[in-house]
């Protein structure tokens, strides 16, 4: 397993998942999921993709500028963490952001998102 390759696969359906169907996103999450989104903090599938989806925007679109992983702990995790630009349908701004994903193995071969921080980056 090549971690590079994995985090780029899970950057890409992330962000194309999360411009698009937000609500798909709760696949990536389980009960012990946790999210931090601009201070708040969420638990569980339900709780973080209610957040997602009651966003107060219906169109975005993420560009990312860069993606560091690493591997994480005995249990084959991963830490990824992402910056780049949102650019909000209407504004003629993008907003810059980071945001970091610690990814678990699940016993079917592929990850879910056990913990997920996101920030706005305000300049």
Do not use: W
Not at 15 to 29: G, I, K, P, Q, V
Not at 54 to 75: E, K, M, N, R, W
Not at 108 to 118: A, R
């Amino acid at each position: 397993m090549d971690p590079d390759a994995v985090a780029k696969a899970f950057v890409e359906h992330y962000y194309s998942t999360f411009d698009t169907n937000r609500a798909a996103l709760a696949n990536l999450y389980q009960d012990s999921s946790m999210l931090s989104f601009e201070g708040q903090k969420f638990q569980g599938a339900q709780s973080i993709t209610a957040k997602l989806t009651s966003l107060p925007f219906q169109q975005c679109q993420h560009q990312i500028t860069t993606v560091d992983c690493q591997p994480s702990g005995p249990a084959s995790g991963m830490l990824v963490f992402v910056s780049g630009n949102l650019q909000l349908a209407g504004e003629q701004h993008a907003i810059k952001f980071s945001q970091m994903f610690h990814l678990m193995p699940t016993p079917q071969g592929s990850f879910y998102v056990l913990n997920d921080i996101f920030r706005l980056n305000y300049a």
